[in-house]
């Protein structure tokens, strides 16, 4: 069983920073490519940010290059460092579990989700 847990969503002012967390296994990580996605209100689910588990590259989507960093701190819990926010930022931020890779919306597994309010 792949439980994912993402915690760290909030409301910040344009320009501000959050850093949200997935929790997971050791055994999800060694197993898995993980990822973060988004969805806005009204729009399509989004790819944000992928860790390859086979050597640990990452790629992340052109709308956040230079502003978001995606980590592993330990075997356990996968990062998202958001920071430069902009109110196109707002959404409902999942993640994500593949074997696949490149990670798409059709990933395996999913988190519940946490939501990102960013305020002009």
């Known amino acids: 069983q792949v439980q994912l847990v993402e915690s760290g969503g909030g409301l910040v002012q344009a320009g501000g920073s959050l850093r949200l967390s997935c929790a997971a296994s050791?055994?999800?990580?060694?197993?898995?490519?993980m990822g973060w996605f988004r969805q806005a209100p009204e729009k399509e689910r989004e790819f944000v940010a992928a860790?390859?588990?086979?050597?640990?590259?990452i790629t992340y989507a052109d709308s956040v290059k230079g502003r978001f960093t995606t980590s592993k701190s330990n075997a356990k819990t996968l990062y998202l460092q958001m920071n430069s926010l902009k109110s196109e930022d707002t959404a409902v931020y999942y993640c994500?579990?593949?074997?696949?890779?490149?990670?798409?919306?059709?990933?395996?597994?999913w988190g519940q989700g946490t939501q990102v309010t960013v305020s002009s």
């Open positions: 994500a579990a593949s074997r696949r890779w490149p990670m798409t919306t059709n990933s395996s597994f």
């Open positions: 050791a055994s999800t990580f060694g197993t898995y490519n």
């Open positions: 860790r390859r588990k086979i050597d640990g590259s």
